[in-house]
């Protein structure tokens, strides 16, 4: 069960940080138009995660919103929601995971 959402290093690093920074991108990416290719690339990598995010349980889903768009630490959500260490790093290693195989990068 451990190893059940390992990614290499490198590929989980970036995959996080897509999903940091995802709304941030989402709402510039709707100020912007035009077709260059770092907005073609921005429009497929938001359109990713929403299809990672729409296929989420309604559980998941909102461990999503904690972690990666209202950013709480894992401390933070324990206090905050009362969610467990280890519910929190599986459900974060889990989204990381289904959106990597999404961006097919695992």
């Not at 100020?31 to 929403?50: M, P, S, V, W």
Request: with cysteine.
């Amino acid at each position: 069960m451990k190893n059940r959402y390992k990614l290499p290093w490198h590929i989980r690093q970036y995959v996080k940080q897509e999903l940091m920074d995802y709304s941030k991108n989402k709402a510039m990416l709707d100020e912007y138009k035009g077709n260059t290719r770092g907005l073609i690339l921005a429009n497929t990598r938001i359109a990713q995660i929403d299809r990672v995010l729409e296929n989420l349980n309604q559980e998941d889903r909102e461990l999503a919103d904690l972690i990666f768009f209202k950013q709480y630490s894992q401390v933070g959500a324990e206090v905050a929601k009362g969610i467990s260490k280890a519910c929190y790093y599986n459900a974060m290693n889990k989204i990381i995971f289904l959106t990597a195989k999404e961006m097919n990068l695992n």
